[in-house]
Structure formats: structure tokens, C-alpha cells
Nanobody, 123 residues
């Protein structure tokens, strides 16, 4: 059984920064790719960022490219999402998820999910 626990969310002003963390347990974390998704009220869950098992490949949604950075520390079983230059439209619940293979941008291709952490950006 895989457990993913996000932390680091909060309230920040526009232009500010946050770093989200996702701690994994229950299996060999370093064997799997990881992703971050977000869901705003009344909207579908959307892809934010992806990182391969060894960190060698990353992908980002166009809306966050240049502002967000995904990284991982396999020794700590943790994946991070550094968010800079935050905008009010970044307000959402952010989820990390583990992928066994498939489309990096598709939530349906991720197997395990965390409970989410709220990020609120005020204008």
C-alpha cells in the first residue's frame, strides 16, 4: 500500500513563493515517476508537472513553465514542487501522484494519490 502525503500549502500573496513536498511510503519510491496536479473549485483536475523516476526528465503545463520546478530526492522518498511568481489563478488544491507508466499529463494514468494541500494566492 502506497501512501503519499503532501505538505507546504498555504496562503501567499501574488508574486510570492511556496514549496510543496510529497512524502512517499510503502514501496520503492525511486522506481516510479511522480506528478503534481491541481484542482480549483468547479474545475477538473489538471496536470501541473511530471518527473521521471531518476529526475532526468521533467514536463510542465504551459501555465506554470518558467515559474514552477519539480524535483525529487529519492534518498528521502520525497518529491517537491517549487512555485515562484504565484498568481491568483494558481489557487487550487495540489495533489501529488505516482505513475506506473502511460501519459504523463493524464490523471487517469496515475495510480496512487495524496490527499492534497491547499494553495491560495491572494491578489
Amino acid at each position: 500500500q502506497v501512501q503519499l502525503v503532501e505538505s507546504g500549502g498555504g496562503l501567499v500573496q501574488a508574486g510570492g513563493s511556496l514549496r510543496l513536498s510529497c512524502a512517499a511510503s510503502g514501496r520503492t519510491f525511486s522506481s516510479y515517476a511522480m506528478g503534481w496536479f491541481r484542482q480549483a473549485p468547479g474545475k477538473e483536475r489538471e496536470f501541473v508537472a511530471f518527473i521521471s523516476w531518476n529526475g532526468g526528465t521533467t514536463y510542465y503545463a504551459d501555465s506554470v513553465t518558467g515559474r514552477f520546478t519539480i524535483s525529487r530526492d529519492n534518498a528521502k522518498n520525497t518529491v517537491y514542487l517549487r512555485m515562484n511568481s504565484l498568481k491568483p489563478e494558481d489557487t487550487a488544491v495540489y495533489y501529488c501522484a505516482e505513475q506506473w507508466g502511460g501519459r504523463y499529463y493524464a490523471a487517469a494514468d496515475y495510480t496512487y494519490w495524496g490527499q492534497g494541500t491547499q494553495v491560495t494566492v491572494s491578489s
